[in-house]
T-cell receptor, first 115, second 111 residues
Framework: GNSVTQMEGPVTLSEEAFLTINCTYT??????LFWYVQYPGEGLQLLLK?????DKGSNKGFEATYRKETTSFHLEKGSVQVSDSAVYFC??????????????FGKGTHLIIQP | EAQVTQNPRYLITVTGKKLTVTCSQN?????MSWYRQDPGLGLRQIYY???????DKGDVPEGYKVSRKEKRNFPLILESPSPNQTSLYFC??????????FGPGTRLTVT
């Protein structure tokens, strides 16, 4: 079955630090990969996605590259801000997975950015 | 504004008292889904619906029911809630693109 493993945190960084949140996956077939972000008290929002190997998703200064050879999709940002404090979820979706079309999520990584 | 709405946002109830959490989307999406979020477990899918009158179990369906009588609504029903159903619940919908749109969440406490 499908599974996603990500560092759980909390991850505490100072403002302007470099961020990496690791994500690895196990999936049948060729999944699409996603990073979702959850700000305090809110639902999840799609941050970025990649649908095939070597694709790079990017948004709001965040990037992640779909690495099929290492089954990874690590999230990076060069200079974090206090406003990036949130919980980040790595997720995958496989086509035609029993028609479910649902997402398999990692457990989430709580990121805390200190000024 | 494109959105998924859920009601109520917060609910405290007692064991065995039937409840319904409503979910509505205004994007004409065919696919809708319910997830629960628990600390250390991430989000897990409860039920999903590919279209009107078509629903199926996700990963953790026990103790829940759903219905899809019209495209925009997908209520989650707990016939006899138990304390292990205390959780944060999210409804989501998806069109033909990849992105799933999530509602703001419903925090349920069962005592």
């Amino acid at each position: 079955g499908n599974s996603v493993t990500q560092m759980e945190g909390p991850v505490t960084l100072s403002e302007e630090a470099f961020l990496t949140i690791n994500c690895t996956y196990t999936a049948t077939g060729y999944p699409s990969l996603f990073w979702y972000v959850q700000y305090p008290g809110e639902g999840l929002q799609l941050l970025l996605k990649a649908t095939k190997a070597d694709d790079k998703g990017s948004n709001k200064g965040f990037e992640a590259t779909y690495r099929k050879e290492t089954t990874s999709f690590h999230l990076e940002k060069g200079s974090v801000q206090v406003s990036d404090s949130a919980v980040y979820f790595c997720a995958l979706r496989t086509k035609g997975g029993g028609g479910a079309d649902g997402l398999t999520f990692g457990k989430g990584t709580h990121l805390i950015i200190q000024p | 504004e494109a959105q998924v709405t859920q009601n109520p946002r917060y609910l405290i109830t007692v064991t065995g008292k039937k409840l319904t959490v409503t979910c509505s989307q205004n994007m004409n999406h065919e696919y809708m889904s319910w997830y629960r979020q628990d600390p250390g477990l991430g989000l897990r899918q409860i039920y999903y619906s590919m279209n009107v009158e078509v629903t199926d179990k996700g990963d953790v369906p026990e103790g829940y029911k759903v219905s899809r009588k019209e495209k925009r609504n997908f209520p989650l029903i707990l016939e006899s809630p138990s304390p292990n159903q205390t959780s944060l619940y999210f409804c989501a919908s998806k069109g033909t693109a990849y992105e799933q749109y999530f509602g703001p969440g419903t925090r349920l406490t069962v005592t």
